[in-house]
Structure formats: structure tokens, C-alpha cells
């Protein structure tokens, strides 16, 4: 998928698939979006109907992966001298949809619903968990374009 928001990457990944089941590839040090680094590998998982968003990073860059079940994410360009500022991204990932990983850089607020669970996200961070880089933001908050209760787009 192409990102609608500048530094936002849906990278699509690879499977090797045979009558065992399939092998894949999440994401290797030297790839060319991931040079901010590992910090931290984090697993979350979250019972259907469960939303969490919103909340951004100052320094931190994110990479999930979802593991099982399926995700709704949200995203939205909260940087002032991005290009994409206040853009929003509205999409699904997890089972039966393309197998991604999505880098969400610093400044870009985030959240997901879970649509079918229980849903399992893997994300590595670029640095360790620190309250001081963490921002909240209401889900509701009028100055983002998403309603989390509307439901995911119908494609």
C-alpha cells in the first residue's frame, strides 16, 4: 500500500509457503527502513472490539506486525512542518489481509481496533519504553479527521 503520510512505510513482506505451513521474513538489521535501530521488542495482545489511540512519539520510531487476528490502524501526521500534516490513514492488517509491516515515525499518532481477535501485534521500537517520548491524545479529539466508531472502510 502506498503511505498517504511522509515517512509512513507499509513495507510488503515475503512468504515461502509449502505443505508445513510458510516462512516469513518480518525485518533484518540492515533494512533500509529500519536505520533508526532496535530499542525494544514489544507483544500486545488485545480481546476483539478493544480500541487503544491515540498517542505519538517525540524520538521514537515504531514497526508493528500483526501477528493474528485482524487490526484496524489509525494513523494521523500530527508534525507541523510535514507535508502530510494532519493527513489520516484508515486501514486493515493481520489475516486476510496482505502480510505488512508499517513504520510509524516520530510525530505520526497511532491506534488500532481490533475487528477479529483476540489479535496479536509484534513491534520492535527504536528506543526503550520512556513515559517522557510518549504523548496521549483523546480518541475523540476533534483536531484528527477518524472516528474510531464508524467502523473500517469497505473496500
Known amino acids: 500500500m502506498k503511505s498517504s503520510i ?3 512505510i507499509l513495507q510488503d513482506l515475503v512468504s ?3 505443505r508445513r505451513g510458510f516462512f516469513r521474513e518480518i525485518i533484518r538489521v540492515n533494512d533500509d527502513f529500519f536505520k533508526e535501530g532496535f530499542g525494544q521488542w514489544s507483544h500486545s495482545m488485545m480481546f ?3 480500541t487503544k489511540a491515540w498517542h505519538l512519539h517525540a524520538k521514537q520510531t515504531d514497526w508493528w506486525y500483526v501477528g493474528s ?6 494513523l494521523c501526521d500530527r508534525r507541523e512542518s510535514s507535508p502530510t500534516h494532519k493527513k489520516t490513514m484508515d486501514f486493515l492488517m493481520g489475516d486476510y489481509q496482505p502480510a505488512q509491516l508499517l513504520k510509524i515515525p516520530p510525530g505520526v499518532a497511532h491506534g488500532c481496533q481490533v475487528v477479529n481477535g483476540p489479535a496479536h501485534l509484534f513491534y520492535v521500537t527504536s ?3 520512556n513515559t517522557q517520548d510518549e504523548l496521549r491524545v483523546r480518541h475523540d479529539d476533534p ?3 477518524f472516528d474510531w466508531l464508524k ?3 469497505i473496500k
Not at 487476528?69 to 489509525?74: F, S
Open 6 to 8: 511522509d515517512g509512513v
Open 16 to 18: 515461502h509457503g509449502d
Open 48 to 50: 476483539a472490539g478493544v
Open 69 to 74: 487476528g485482524v487490526l484496524r490502524v489509525g
Open 127 to 129: 528506543h526503550t519504553y
Open 143 to 145: 483536531g484528527i479527521d
Open 151 to 153: 467502523g473500517p472502510p
